[in-house]
C-alpha cells in the first residue's frame, strides 16, 4: 500500500472524522455485539453498523472482524480504541475546563456503581461533596460491575463502585468495604425455616443468581460457592439487579446468594 494513499492523509481525516462516530466506536468496542451496543447507544441496530461501517471509509482500514460468531477489534481497531478513548476523555473534561473563571467549583462528576452498593463511607463523601461544591452536579448510574469498570477505563465516568475480581493494570483502585454473601430461599420453598441443614441437603435444588455469577466473572467466589453446595445446574432466574435476585428468591424460584 503506497505511503501517500490519499486515504491516510492527516489533513482529510481531521478535516472528516466526525467525533460522534469516534464515540459510537469506543462504546462498540466496550461491547459484545452490534446489537448490545446499539442498545447502549439507544439505536437501532442498522444505524449502529452504519455507523462502524461510515467510520471504517473514513478511516480506510477495517475495525472489527464481524464474522458470524465473531466480534472483535482488529489491529488497526485496537489502536483507533485506545486514541479514542483518550480523545473520549478529554472531550467529557471540556465541560470543567471552560466553566466560569470563578472560585466557585462546577461541574458535573458522574459515578458508575454496581447494584445495590451499601457503603455508609460513600453516603458520607456524597454529603461532604456536596456540601463543600453546591455548584457542582453528580449523577450516579446502575450497571453490572464489569460495565461500571469498562465506563471508568473508557472515561465516560469519574470513578466506580463495584466488585472488583482482577483489576484492570490501567485504573487505581480503593478497597472500600468487603462483600459477604450466603445462599438463601424463599417462605414457598422446601428447605425454607429448617434449622438442621447440611450441605447434602442443597443438592440438586433449582438456582437463581446473578448475570455475573460465572468462573470468569467478578462474582467467581459466589459461582464457586454454588458449585461446592452441589446446588442443581438449572438456573430459574437471572438478574443484574440485587433487588430482583432477592424477589425472585422470594417468589420461591430457586436458592441463591445474597
Known sequence: M???DPRFDPDRIARELDWNLLRTFVVLADS??????????GLRQPSASAALKKLEDRIGRRLVD???GRFELTDAGRLLY???VEINGSVLR???LLREMTDEVRGHVKITVASHVVCPLFDDVLAQFHRD?????????VHSSA?????????????????????????????LYREYFGLFCGPTHPLFGRRDLTQPDLAGHSTVSFET???QDVLKPVTMMRVQAELGERITGLSSHLEEVRRMIVAGLGVGPL
Not at 32 to 41: E, F, V, W
Not at 133 to 141: D, M, Q
Not at 149 to 175: G, T
Open 213 to 215: 455469577d460465572r468462573l
Open 133 to 141: 461544591y453546591p455548584g457542582a452536579s453528580l449523577s450516579i448510574e
Open 32 to 41: 459484545h455485539s452490534i446489537t448490545d451496543a446499539a442498545g447502549r447507544l
Open 82 to 84: 485506545r486514541e479514542a
Open 94 to 96: 471540556l465541560s470543567t
Open 2 to 4: 503506497s505511503p501517500n
Open 66 to 68: 464481524r464474522r458470524p
Open 147 to 175: 460495565d461500571a469498570i469498562a465506563e471508568v477505563a473508557a472515561k465516560r465516568a469519574s470513578f466506580a463502585m463495584c466488585l472488583v475480581q482482577e483489576p484492570n493494570p490501567k485504573l487505581e483502585y480503593r478497597r
